[in-house]
């Protein structure tokens, strides 16, 4: 009885204390308040304002997040297995001082939140849609928000683990959500017997560290703590239970960031997935998995240099493989699930670099590896989104088949969507002088300051195959041959299905399709100009 009056002692927190999990309060409130529309509201109009009210909920908390509305706590008057500072303090080093790299992280994950469930709309406007209904869509979304947001503040293993499955749990149930849907199906498949591997992985990881800890002796008040296994695997670096342990927590961890050889599930739960979720996964499951890494790196740095060669090793396989399959690739959906494994190569190159930066001691050089790192995976996730706004706005009942001749003629049909993919593809191939150029300069930078050599060399192929398979969705939309397969019926407004349509554009009088157009414009604009001010801007401060 005394330990569960402590523990519940311990739950107890002053209010002040639970500032830090405002974001993530918030969006779990949002998440409830979207089922609760769609039990009150009867007629279409008033769920539509219900889902305008949530838009415009989000936007107001980005910007709360953003201009630092909600306090920092101390470390000490964290919750009980939280901590908003300890996980992304890397040698001394925190990020984004003025508000926390907390911060930051919440702002990003709201913005993806945001944009799915726009995107969610835009597919929803089509006809033959058969998907869940929208708000358990935007419930969905929010709740795998909120977890990952608090995920990244967790500084205990229990935590961690609860969090990921939450936020797993919602991405089953997201990639599967369109039940008419053979191929959506099939994804969502997929998907939960690579993630139910992937978490009893990881699960089994957790357990070989707990029980190496206690019987190391290094296990004290909190057993699980990011802070005990830490002193474990520096204590005992050549423990096996605890170089298992930490290959199977970081193989749980890849799965989620989508590199070798975790990456097997990408190509056909992308394919399969409603367009606003794979946007999902290809963000905020990503940056999640980013962000875990930090961490998880710090924690395990007592066996660094007998971990770095292998997760090297598996950087490269991931960055040779998805550039080589890429290239024999006309599905959109598949290039870009290959495309994101290998920009996930790209950061995973740059937090290993970073890490040997900072083992080497030199905090000022370790700070702006750091940051050029984080940099690169918000320019990934802005240019990203162009091109996911372009797929969703394609009249095509089944955009699991979206392919090159879907894209034919786009140029002269829809001017605007073209340059917008233009934009995204150039930036993800890294042509000057886009802001994904930017990126890889700093990537580039950050792997010679570590010493990279050899895999530079290999980047810089990668990066020239990369051209190549984006080039040939480029030129498919600025073609001027067939706009359809065979010349039968135009699926872009001619005599087809989809007769009566703008060219390419679906519903263009459905307000969430035309507040895409403005956030598409808004976007990518701002990326070009921001993003590379960004980078000037560091480099002058360094």
């Given at each position: 009885?005394?330990?569960?009056?402590?523990?519940?002692?311990?739950?107890?927190?002053?209010?002040?204390?639970?500032?830090?999990?405002?974001?993530?309060?918030?969006?779990?409130?949002l998440a409830l308040l979207a089922l609760v529309f769609d039990v009150v509201c009867g007629s279409c109009a008033a769920k539509r304002a219900g889902g305008a009210?949530?838009?415009a909920a989000l936007i107001a908390l980005f910007i709360c997040v953003v201009g630092g509305a909600f306090p920092q706590p101390s470390p000490e008057e964290a919750l009980p297995g939280f901590s908003v500072f300890a996980p992304f303090g890397i040698g001394g080093i925190v990020l984004f001082a003025p508000f926390g790299i907390g911060g930051i992280v919440s702002a990003l994950f709201i913005a993806c939140?945001?944009?799915?469930?726009?995107?969610?709309?835009?597919?929803?406007?089509?006809e033959g849609n058969a998907e869940i209904s929208a708000p358990a869509t935007?419930?969905?979304?929010?709740?795998?928000?909120?977890?990952?947001?608090?995920?990244?503040?967790?500084?205990?293993?229990?935590?961690?683990?609860?969090?990921?499955?939450?936020?797993?749990?919602?991405?089953?149930?997201?990639?599967?959500?369109?039940?008419?849907?053979?191929?959506?199906?099939?994804?969502?498949?997929?998907?939960?017997?690579?993630?139910?591997?992937?978490?009893?992985l990881m699960l089994f990881g957790i357990v070989l560290l707990y029980g190496g800890a206690a019987l190391a002796g290094t296990a004290a008040n909190d057993p699980l703590g990011y802070g005990t296994i830490f002193s474990f695997l520096d204590q005992n670096p050549d423990s096996a239970i605890g170089l298992a342990g930490a290959g199977m927590v970081l193989a749980?961890?890849?799965?989620?960031?989508?590199?070798?050889?975790?990456?097997?599930?990408?190509?056909?739960?992308?394919?399969?997935?409603?367009?606003?979720?794979?946007?999902?996964?290809?963000?905020?499951?990503?940056a999640t998995g980013f962000f875990l890494m930090l961490p998880m790196l710090v924690v395990f740095s007592g066996v660094w240099d007998k971990l770095l060669p292998v997760l090297l090793a598996c950087t490269l396989i991931s960055i040779v493989y998805a550039n080589l399959t890429a290239l024999g690739q006309t599905n959109v959906k598949r290039l870009l699930g290959l495309s994101g494994v290998s920009h996930a190569g790209y950061l995973m190159l740059g937090v290993l670099g970073a890490g040997s930066v900072v083992a080497e001691g030199d905090g000022a050089a370790a700070e702006l590896c750091l940051v050029?790192?984080?940099?690169?995976?918000?320019?990934?996730?802005?240019?990203?989104?162009?091109?996911?706004?372009?797929?969703?706005?394609?009249?095509?009942?089944?955009?699991?088949?979206?392919?090159f001749d879907d894209y034919k003629k786009l140029s002269k049909r829809n001017p605007f969507l073209a340059g917008t993919l233009a934009f995204g593809l150039g930036s993800l191939a890294g042509i000057p002088p886009t802001v994904g150029f930017i990126a890889k300069l700093g990537l580039l930078y950050v792997l010679f300051r570590a010493g990279f050599y050899g895999s530079i060399a290999v980047m810089l192929?990668?990066?020239?195959?990369?051209?190549?398979?984006?080039?040939?969705?480029?030129?498919?939309?600025?073609?001027?041959?067939?706009?359809?397969?065979?010349?039968?019926?135009?699926?872009c407004g001619?005599?087809?299905?989809?007769?009566?349509?703008?060219?390419?554009?679906?519903?263009?009088d459905y307000l969430p399709v035309r507040l895409c157009s403005r956030v598409t414009l808004v976007v990518f604009c701002a990326a070009l100009v921001l993003g590379s001010l960004a980078y000037w801007l560091v480099l002058r401060v360094y």
């Open positions: 009885m005394d330990s569960i009056a402590e523990f519940y002692k311990a739950w107890q927190p002053d209010v002040s204390t639970l500032y830090a999990c405002l974001p993530e309060i918030a969006l779990a409130a009210f949530i838009r939140a945001f944009f799915a469930i726009n995107l969610a709309d835009v597919g929803r406007a089509r935007t419930h969905l979304i929010l709740v795998a928000t909120a977890a990952a947001s608090l995920l990244l503040k967790s500084a205990n293993f229990v935590a961690f683990f609860v969090l990921l499955e939450t936020l797993t749990v919602c991405l089953y149930a997201l990639v599967g959500s369109n039940r008419g849907n053979a191929h959506s199906l099939e994804a969502g498949v997929k998907y939960l017997i690579a993630g139910g591997i992937s978490g009893g749980g961890v890849m799965f989620k960031l989508g590199v070798f050889p975790m990456q097997f599930w990408i190509p056909d739960v992308y394919q399969g997935a409603p367009t606003h979720v794979t946007f999902f996964l290809a963000t905020l499951s990503k050029l790192v984080v940099l690169y995976l918000f320019v990934y996730i802005v240019t990203v989104y162009p091109i996911f706004s372009v797929m969703a706005r394609m009249p095509q009942k089944d955009d699991a088949l979206q392919d192929a990668c990066v020239v195959a990369g051209i190549c398979y984006y080039f040939g969705w480029f030129r498919a939309a600025f073609s001027r041959g067939e706009c359809c397969r065979g010349g039968a019926s135009c699926r001619g005599k087809g299905e989809h007769a009566g349509a703008s060219c390419g554009c679906g519903n263009a």
